[in-house]
């Protein structure tokens, strides 16, 4: 990508991502198929923007064709709302790790599905070129992707943080995300001005970018103001440390953006 090249929105099943409020987006977490259907149905009724399925918490993640399945039933009980398909690796802070084969497989298949309007790469779950040939072919089967990753470790300087951002751009991401942990308030400001730095450097480039836990929790609802384009938020049991119930933190991005 080139510094300063303008960007554009994404859009998805109607949802505008990278404009106005960030999007709230709420995960799927159960283990079993039927839990799941159940779950899909009460957060869509929630009225989140996107939904997010967990799938390495679903028991049946090691067959591609038992992952499919559900996936056409998350659909059904969600409607139009835009779906992302995440599996999570145990060393992002996910449930269990998979071989990288697998991986790759369940990834392409949901994008060729045609059932997942967003499919989660963790950056660094393999090389460059790796990541870069999945990222082509999930774009090519009409989807689009998010790239990830989640430092548990604690944030890295904001040089750091920019570069994964940038490679994520480079390797052909259409959404760049980066969530890390704080140790300390200043933690939380590094990661507030590298979201403002990407702003700067890509006008119109939706990213991702949250930091974790209470002490991150800012982070979550003032992406208006920073530049982060989607916050993800508890419809239940929270996914990761310090998401906030949907409810409140709806009311709490119109209150912020009321004043903007």
Partial sequence: MVEGKEHSALQVRGVVIGEGQPKICVSLTEKTAGRLLEEAGAAAAL????IEWRVDHFEGCTSVEAALSVLAGIRSAIADLPLV???RSLREGGQREIAAGHYAALNRAA????????????????????IGSLIGEIRSAGAKTIVSNHDFGGTPPAEE??????????????LPKIAVMPQ??????????????????????????????????????????????????????PSAPGQLPLPDVRRTLELLGAGL
């Fill in 85 to 87: 398909f995440t599996f």
């Fill in 111 to 130: 994008a060729a599905s045609g059932l997942a309007d967003l499919v989660d790469i963790e950056l660094f779950s393999g090389g460059e070129e790796t």
């Fill in 47 to 50: 009225g989140p923007d996107l």
């Fill in 184 to 237: 300390a308030p200043r933690d939380v400001l590094k990661l507030l001005e590298t979201t403002v730095l990407m702003r700067e450097r890509y006008p119109g480039q939706p990213v991702i970018t949250m930091s974790m836990a209470g002490l991150g929790a800012v982070t979550r609802i003032a992406g208006e103001v920073f530049g982060s384009a989607v916050t993800f938020a508890a419809a239940g049991v």
């Fill in 161 to 174: 943080m920019m570069r994964r951002l940038e490679l994520a751009l480079r390797l052909g991401g259409d």
